[in-house]
């Protein structure tokens, strides 16, 4: 039964402000004990702060701009700290010495030069040819740019860039009444919208100090969410390696999942079935009951096409030993979700940062970090998520309350909010100014740290393996362009 006294969603007085030297050396201590870095990054305080944690642990704290605007970067130590150290250059001119790579995230040169004026990695060898993909793709899929550096068929090198769709919603989160954007989070990620809405909420209702009604309700979106998700790749995946029926019947199933959703809220996405507070909308007995019997349905359909598609020798040719990541890359790199879980990395927001208490939960991991790893952990997690679903709808009150009055913020406060979507940890973290406002908001949406891993997954891997291996991640593209 999900417990919902428990709630990891911690509200903060501001740290007190380091010197740079006791800022770094602390991160360098954290790291080697086993933190690994959520978020780093300046505000308009010219503060940088820095968020690491590992489970049921978590440390922030902060230091000024440095009066050079430089710094020894963290990355050729640790890893993990690559993107945010990129990220505080773009935005805000901070240089760390000795980076590896300052390339851009989602401004070339902090806006100097025009994204189509970007100069790619590039190669002077007669043996080196240069491939080109994007940003318009086919389709529905969204603007990102992917340069290979190639020798014959075999990457040598994959450079990914994203920024062409940059909405500057942080601005937007702090102008105005922060209790009332839900619909503007509900598109960072538009096939994100519960876990997105999910820590939104909770760190509202955490610098209100609010307790919030319904968490049975949110939690069931969530693993619906999840579950649409994966069916979502595993469909995609079988359709890279012509496996057609699977294709078709993921999609179909993933159809039923997302019209259950529809029956809950009037959206396929879970648009408007959150709001602080609790949730807009109730569940009677005949749509539990209802929703009971497809998810049931849901159940016995995914085991047996997922045991028929694992049964295709074909397509266990192609998925195996394909797009691999290590578990040391894997953990250097801090990845999380499916792209570290595949590589053993028993990371999960449910077991290390819980809003809710899910006794009896275990994180799936697997141990290849190959396509077929993260395909089948897809499953796993698919069919765990479902058995909470099952379990979420015995316990559910029909009658009631489903949502409570939400305080005013209180002002100069922090709030951390940390939730597991589909495609791992979201961060959102936001100071207060006043009742209503907040003075800064940050939104880590884990595909800013995991576009990493298909870059390094890919390398020395035939091209034509590459839409196969950007499908095994399933990255977001708007959930870094922020």
């Known amino acids: ?282 569940l009677n007995k005949t749509l539990i009951d209802t929703l009971k019997a497809k998810m049931h349905k849901c159940a016995v359909q995914i085991r047996s096409t997922t045991e028929a598609m694992f049964a295709c020798t074909s397509l266990l040719s192609r998925f195996d030993d394909t797009g691999k990541i290590s578990n040391a890359d894997a953990l250097r790199f801090g990845f999380s979700g499916i792209s570290a879980k595949a590589s053993g990395v028993a990371v999960d927001a449910r077991a290390d940062f819980p809003i809710w208490g899910y006794p009896g939960f275990e994180v799936q991991t697997e141990s290849t970090g190959d396509v077929y790893a993260r395909a089948n952990l897809r499953y796993m997690e698919i069919m765990q998520s479902l058995q909470m679903i099952q379990e979420l709808l015995d316990q559910i009150d029909p009658s009631a309350p489903i949502q409570a009055p939400v305080n005013e913020l209180i002002p100069d406060r922090i709030a951390i909010s940390i939730v597991e979507g589909a495609r791992g940890r979201i961060v959102h973290i936001a100071k207060s100014k006043d009742a209503h406002s907040a003075l800064w908001y940050k939104v880590i949406d884990p595909s800013l740290m995991n576009w990493q891993a298909l870059s390094m997954a890919v390398a020395n891997e035939q091209i034509s393996d590459f839409p196969l291996c950007n499908k095994s991640f399933d990255l977001s593209y708007c959930g870094s362009d922020l």
């Open 1 to 282: 039964m999900l417990k919902t006294d428990v709630n990891y969603s911690p509200v903060l007085e501001p740290p007190q402000i380091e010197s740079l030297d006791s800022f770094l050396d602390r991160i360098r201590r954290l790291v080697i004990q086993g933190f690994q870095p959520l978020a780093f990054f300046g505000t308009n305080e010219k503060l940088i702060y820095a968020l690491l944690g590992k489970p049921h642990e978590l440390e922030l704290f902060c230091t000024p701009f440095p009066e050079s605007l430089h710094y020894p970067s963290l990355t050729p130590e640790f890893p993990a700290f690559q993107i945010f150290e990129r990220e505080l250059y773009e935005e805000y001119g901070i240089v760390p010495s000795n980076h590896p790579w300052l390339k851009s995230v989602r401004h070339p040169l902090g806006g100097s030069i025009k994204i189509e004026d970007y100069s790619f990695l590039s190669s002077d060898s007669k043996l080196i040819h240069e491939v080109g993909v994007g940003p318009v793709h086919a389709g529905v899929i969204e603007p990102g740019h992917f340069r290979f550096l190639m020798q014959g068929e075999i990457v040598e090198h994959l450079e990914i860039q994203l920024g062409y769709q940059h909405r500057d919603l942080i601005n937007m989160l702090i102008s105005g009444s922060l209790a009332q954007k839900m619909p503007l989070v509900e598109t960072i990620a538009g096939d994100t919208v519960i876990g997105h809405g999910t820590a939104y909420c909770r760190l509202v209702e955490s610098l209100a100090e609010s307790s919030p009604q319904a968490n049975d309700i949110r939690s069931l979106l969530l693993e619906m969410e999840r579950v649409a998700m994966h069916l979502s790749t595993l469909s995609a995946l079988a359709g890279d390696v012509a496996y057609i029926m699977g294709q078709n019947l993921f999609a179909a199933l993933r159809t039923t999942v997302i019209n259950s959703t529809l029956s809950i809220c009037g959206s396929r996405f879970g648009k408007r079935a959150l709001c602080v507070g609790g949730v807009n909308y109730p």
